[in-house]
């Protein structure tokens, strides 16, 4: 298969793909790996990675967010009981419920 075909089957973009098989050609597989200061620079660099997790997860986990999930399952039950009351019949007595009729 061509690279490019390749890159496009994977949803890899075509250039990345030639760098990588590049650096492979000329490195090895340790060509692969991240040079260190390679990539955009961090912008929070003065949080630790656990500080970071900490503020993420709690905020995902706030009052507000957890009633707003709540909501919105309630509102999703709701519609399944809507329409299972609405089938219901049907499913119980199928074409006999069309013959009492």
Same mark, same amino acid.
């Given at each position: 298969? =061509?690279?490019?075909?390749?890159?496009?089957?994977?949803?890899?973009?075509?250039?990345?793909?030639?760098?990588?098989?590049?650096?492979?050609?000329?490195?090895?597989?340790?060509?692969?790996?991240?040079?260190?200061?390679?990539?955009? =620079?961090?912008?929070?660099?003065?949080?630790?990675?656990?500080?970071?997790?900490?503020?993420?997860?709690?905020?995902?986990?706030? =009052?507000?967010?957890?009633?707003?999930?709540?909501?919105?399952?309630?509102?999703?039950?709701?519609?399944?009981?809507?329409?299972?009351?609405?089938?219901? =019949?049907?499913?119980?007595?199928?074409?006999?419920?069309?013959?009492?009729?």
């Amino acid at each position: 298969m =061509p690279t490019g075909q390749f890159a496009t089957a994977y949803g890899i973009d075509r250039t990345t793909l030639y760098r990588w098989l590049n650096n492979d050609q000329h490195n090895g597989s340790n060509g692969l790996y991240r040079k260190e200061g390679s990539g955009r =620079p961090a912008l929070l660099q003065e949080l630790s990675k656990t500080e970071l997790r900490k503020i993420v997860l709690t905020s995902a986990l706030s =009052p507000m967010v957890l009633n707003l999930i709540c909501g919105l399952l309630v509102d999703y039950i709701v519609s399944l009981q809507k329409s299972l009351i609405l089938l219901l =019949p049907n499913l119980l007595f199928g074409d006999d419920l069309l013959m009492l009729e």
